[in-house]
């Protein structure tokens, strides 16, 4: 394998309700941490996985993993960004196309991780699973009035895994300042062209509870 997956799982996961960080919530009697990397661990080209967990858990997620895959487990930070800073300088020398998945996607096929990884193999330095956006999508302004209606056929709704050559992904790290909701923010202020790829469905996030239900429902279709 030439692929290094970061798994950021540092977040508290607030959206879902009270409760253990977000990443160790239950979904069908396991951690949504367990599935994400039982699935990225089931990729053939996957070398190494480095996850970033809570500060206090990093033991618990350590011991908790161990009967899934091989893994590094690293204190993540304050925002997103600085968990996955974290996780990259924990990989090892060797691959050279890095994956950043969040935990909380925890149905991702291992289909999808690899081909974002073969979309990077093939050349591209930055590479996004997309989907269309279905709904019909507003701005509005301070007050909740619309200002106007926005063009759909020009947006995506972007997933993890999220794949990067991996210099390109370690120089934007170092030159990043803000932190940013995800790696190809990062990448694209750098001016790197960032590719996107048909995203899958089972790789939504669970952020609210609704959410949580329908993954549970998903595992009994597609286990
Ligand atoms: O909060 P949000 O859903 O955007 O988090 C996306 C992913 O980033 C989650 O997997 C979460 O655990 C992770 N995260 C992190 N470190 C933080 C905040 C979020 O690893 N400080």
Known sequence: GDVAVLVPAAGAGIRLGPGAPKALRPLAGEPLLVHAVRRIAGARSVHTIVVAAPVADVPAVQELLAPVAPVTVVPGGAHRQDSVAAALAAVPAGPEIVLVHDAARALVPAELVESVAAAVRSGHDAVIPVLPVVDTVKEVCADEVVRGTVDRSVLRAVQTPQGFRRSVLAAA??????????????????????????????ALKITRPFDLALAEHLLTVRP
């Open 173 to 202: 790290h170092a030159a990043a300042v803000d932190p940013l909701t995800d790696d190809a923010g990062l990448v694209e202020k750098q001016g790197v062209p960032v590719v996107c790829v048909p995203g899958s469905e089972y």
